[in-house]
């Protein structure tokens, strides 16, 4: 009996072990990065998908928005300093980069939509960038090649967050932003950014406004999502140009063939006091419909337009010096009114899931593209008096009567249907390929004249590449990609009746060769990325020696070069981000005067590396380096500007609920030249600035 009680006493607390164990709460245990870490751990600009970018055969750069507007960055040029093989080339008027080594309005997308207006673009409403170096037509069409610039917005998020800040800094800058984030229900989120910010400026004269306002809405059940956007932008400014470089020596004919650095104090400003503005109002609406077929497959259906009105009065110097008399002394100027406006809509359907073949994984996209748009550039033009190369007066604000310069009306309209497959055969190798078709077409009116042209294109555009992993945490890839620029696809439009221009040749193209090497460090806590590419923008056109007007599609320009990365957690709670980029763009192909020139605007050594310490909470402080190497301002290459060192830093505190910091750009106070668009107009860096930023979260 004692024995058959000790067996049921025993039976009896097994099942109440069991009972007990069933009752426990599962915990799960996870290994997630510090939202500090400037490593993106997915990213979609490479694929339209959520790839690692270990997986993808190409370079990818990620850039947190918040790290830029820690340091007063409101926009791309700002946040592109120091990346790796980008040079800001950019206007007073509209954003323009050269990455690796190539320029194109088509480059810049939002949330991989094309936004390739002529404006400056707004980082409020952006969480990060993401730079896809080399050709990308596969996935988003017409462009240089050299790469695309993808801005990602802020979007509703389920839980219930929200933050208020101000900002302090040099040059008169005072500005407040605000984020709400909050749920409506268990379907319903919405999102609120909203800010407005004025500053002054090193330069003499000029100020600026910016403003933006961007609501959204996400509704999510088990098998759809719907998120709208919206986003207003205003930017008034007085548009700067910069200052014009000295004509050092002249040929017999008194053309200059030698340039030195602009001799003017860098404050000193040459546009018309006073009467000069640049304002531009942009409104972006989006809707992204994704539905889940099954837990494998989904449609999603995108939709944008973009509706830009930019108007400008704007003085500015076209030349180094006054032609009749002949004056070094003193510089050419012009006058320009504009008032342009653009508007974009494009809508893609996408049919992306994971489907296997034997062994074999495949994660497939299907989509369609169409995109419409139209561009009407009002311009008038007048002469402006010239000033003094030295002493400028900008207060000479007289010029004689405007008349209209050009009165054009554009049209653009593409279609497109690509594939795209990343291939898993098992073990350590992928295969990404891709093809894409697309028909171009413009249709431009000159009203002036009334003249109308027409164009169209077809090309097919592929990408493959592999990535090889024959030992745990190391890949090596390889990957070919080709893109194209049509006539009239970078600034929509072409001039009609333009006999023998090179608005009468086909496309130009592009074609990237890459390997590279990407691994994980330190159990995974740091990741570097080398490559090697040659990338050609070939099909160029080349005015013929000897015809006038005539010309020929032989022109070639190359770029070599290699590019290194190093990125992530080097301890607990300090993190570098760095990269290095050499490369030697050169014009190979083309008139006698350019061959064997380099490519203007584009450094042969560019980079950055920044070393934080970033606790969740308490002191934190980052300090670094932006290197960007020398650069000629002009396609002539008459006028080299100088490589430059800027030291930055950043110190400040945060709680769970506030956070206060100070940064300096420029600590040394070096006097540098950040870009040029020629020799006429070099912009130069600002003096060391301090920016003073206080956060509240709620």
Known sequence: ?????????????????????????????????????????????????????????????????????????????????????ISNVSDTRFDSFRIRGFSSAGDLLLDGMRDDAQYVRSLGNIERIEVLKGPAAVLYGRGSGGGVINRISKQPTPDAHSSISGTWGSYGVIGAAVDINRPLSDQWSMRINAGRERADSFRQQVDSTRQYFAPSLKWEDAQNTWLLQAEYNEFERIPDRGMPARVSAVNRSGQPVSYTLPPASQEKFFGAAGRDFIRDTNLNLRSTLTHRINPDWQLRHMLSMLDL??????????????????????????????????????????????????????????????????????????????????????????????????????????????????????????????????????????????????????????????????????????????????????????????????????????????????????????????????????????????????FYLTGLERNRGVELSVNGELARD??????????????????????????SGVSSTNGSVFISYAPAHGFFAETGLVYEGSRYADRDNLLELPSYTRWDGKIGYRTRQTEITLAATNLANRSYYVSSTGAAQIMPGSPRALTLTAAYKF
């Open 1 to 85: 009996m004692l024995s058959v009680f000790a067996g049921f006493s025993s039976a009896t607390a097994s099942a109440a072990d069991t009972a007990e164990t069933r009752d426990l709460p599962s915990i799960e245990v996870r290994s997630e990065r510090s939202h500090y870490d400037p490593r993106a751990p997915k990213g979609s600009t490479a694929t339209r998908t959520d790839t690692d970018p270990r997986e993808v055969p190409q370079t990818v750069n990620s850039i947190s928005v918040e790290q830029v507007a820690s340091y007063g960055g409101r926009d791309l040029a700002s946040a592109l300093s120091g990346t790796p093989g």
């Open 309 to 550: 009105n930019s108007n400008f009065d704007n003085t500015y110097v076209t030349q180094s010096f006054v032609t009749t008399p002949r004056d070094y002394n003193r510089v050419q100027r012009a006058r320009y009114v504009q008032d342009l406006q653009q508007r974009n809509v494009q809508t893609n359907l996408e049919l992306s899931g994971k489907l296997s073949t034997g062994p074999i994984a495949h994660q497939v996209l299907l989509g369609t593209e169409y995109s419409w748009q139209k561009r009407e550039p009002r311009l008038w033009s007048a002469t402006a008096p010239p000033v003094s190369i030295t002493r400028p007066d900008n207060y000479a604000n007289r010029s004689s009567a405007l008349t209209p310069f050009m009165m054009n009306y554009h049209r653009a309209s593409g279609y497109a249907l690509y594939a795209q497959d990343q291939i898993d055969l098992g073990g350590q190798w992928k295969v990404l390929a891709g093809l894409r078709w697309e028909r171009f077409e413009v249709d431009s009116t000159n009203q002036l004249r009334n003249l109308r042209s027409r164009r169209s294109s077809s090309v097919l555009s592929p990408r493959i590449g592999t990535v090889w992993s024959p030992v745990a945490d190391h890949s090596l890839y390889a990957s070919y990609s080709k893109n194209f620029a049509p006539v009239g696809g970078d600034t929509i439009g072409i001039t009609p009746n333009a006999q023998g221009n090179v608005n009468d040749v086909g496309p130009q193209y592009s074609r990237q060769y890459e390997v590279g090497l990407k691994s994980d460090w330190m159990h995974r806590r740091i990741s570097t990325t080398l490559s090697w590419f040659q990338l050609d923008l070939y099909n160029r056109a080349v005015a013929d020696p000897v015809r006038p007007g005539i």
């Open 574 to 599: 300090w993190f570098i981000r760095s990269g290095v980029s050499r490369q030697n763009a050169r014009v190979l192909e083309a008139e006698r005067q350019f061959t064997g020139k380099r490519s």
